[in-house]
């Protein structure tokens, strides 16, 4: 499995992105895609995660109400809405990829993409 994250960029707070993450190699029907992300001198952090079969979505509070993550089966990519962004929104966001697991722990996700960096100016 490998992933390829597109999308990151800059905008200012109150503004919106929306990053994606292609998942090639074969996807299991309990396979999961999450989304975590890095602030400078910060730990990765857990964002979001997505069910493949059936479609559960999963938040951190932090972000609750403001993203979306959804995926396209047919191009075996999942997304991520980022409406009114805020500052301490910038961060590398990392998309991760797991054939059960769905939760907020970054060592239990197996496939790693490589990062792309969302930033939001005050």
């Known amino acids: 499995v490998q992933l390829g994250e597109s999308g990151g960029g800059s905008v200012q707070a109150g503004g919106s992105l929306n990053v994606s993450c292609e998942v090639s190699?074969?996807?299991?029907?309990?396979?999961?895609t999450a989304w975590f992300r890095q602030a400078p001198g910060k730990e990765r952090e857990f964002v979001a995660s997505?069910?493949?079969?059936?479609?559960?979505?999963y938040y951190a509070d932090s972000v609750k109400g403001r993203f979306t993550i959804s995926r396209d089966n047919a191009k075996s990519t999942v997304y991520l809405q980022m409406n009114s962004l805020k500052p301490e929104d910038t961060a590398v966001y990392y998309c991760?990829?797991?054939?059960?697991?769905?939760?907020?722990?970054?060592?239990?996700?197996?496939?790693w993409g490589r990062g792309t960096q969302v930033t939001v100016s005050s």
């Open positions: 190699g074969q996807i299991f029907p309990h396979s999961v």
């Open positions: 997505i069910i493949w079969s059936g479609g559960s979505e």
């Open positions: 991760a990829a797991d054939a059960d697991y769905y939760g907020t722990l970054l060592g239990r996700y197996n496939y």
